[in-house]
T-cell receptor
């Protein structure tokens, strides 16, 4: 079974530029998560999708971050404009459903450096 | 508020020695608890999870964890550590909506 795919793996941009990350979840997984992991911290949820609807985006900085999951499969996360503090690893995860005992499977992450 | 605390930021053990990583949680109801491992440059891999039943949970790679409700703890253990176990370990609690709330992680270094 293929895992969660993410691209790019690494990205370096200058502040105020824009950047987009892509995630392809495990086939059949209805729930998709984007987490932000700042160096030295645990991952924190940015946004959660159930199929193509948003379940939780309370921690997403909506003035600069946006995300979509068209057709309930792939997802993109965009930052525009980027700030220095956005330097982090962006992890995508998927699960069969939103139940709190459901296992989440993580992709390898996209490491973003904002200069 | 739901939260997870991992008191040890960095732990060093000798290869072959036993390991215990601490995790304390705060959650209003019966918690769903997870341990994940993250190797450098890789995503998180599930080691084990607990949501009911036997309080001693067996996981992959020889790891186990014990849920102690009275202490709000879910400590991870391994009887004999291998050099390949060097990584970062995260404890997490599952919220009602499914999202994971992670601790800050413990970095494990293994001495030869």
């Amino acid at each position: 079974e293929a895992g969660v795919a993410q691209s790019p793996r690494y990205k370096i941009i200058e502040k105020r530029q824009s950047v987009a990350f892509w995630c392809n979840p495990i086939s059949g997984h209805a729930t998709l998560y984007w987490y932000q992991q700042i160096l030295g911290q645990g991952p924190k949820l940015l946004i959660q999708f159930q199929n193509n609807g948003v379940v939780d985006d309370s921690q997403l900085p909506k003035d600069r971050f946006s995300a979509e999951r068209l057709k309930g499969v792939d997802s993109t996360l965009k930052i525009q404009p980027a700030k220095l503090e956005d330097s982090a690893v962006y992890l995508c995860a998927s699960s069969l459903g939103p139940d709190r005992g459901e296992t989440q499977y993580f992709g390898p992450g996209t490491r973003l450096l904002v200069l | 508020a739901q939260s997870v605390t991992q008191p040890d930021i960095h732990i060093t053990v000798s290869e072959g020695a036993s390991l215990e990583l601490r995790c304390n949680y705060s959650y209003g109801a019966t918690p769903y608890l997870f341990w994940y491992v993250q190797s450098p440059g890789q995503g998180l891999q599930l080691l084990l999870k607990y949501f009911s039943g036997d309080t001693l949970v067996q996981g992959i790679k020889g790891f186990e964890a014990e849920f102690k409700r009275s202490q709000s703890s879910f400590n991870l253990r391994k009887p004999s550590v291998h050099w390949s176990d060097a990584a970062e370990y995260f404890c997490a609690v599952g919220s009602n909506t499914g999202k994971l709330i992670f601790g800050q992680g413990t970095t494990l270094q293994v001495k030869p």
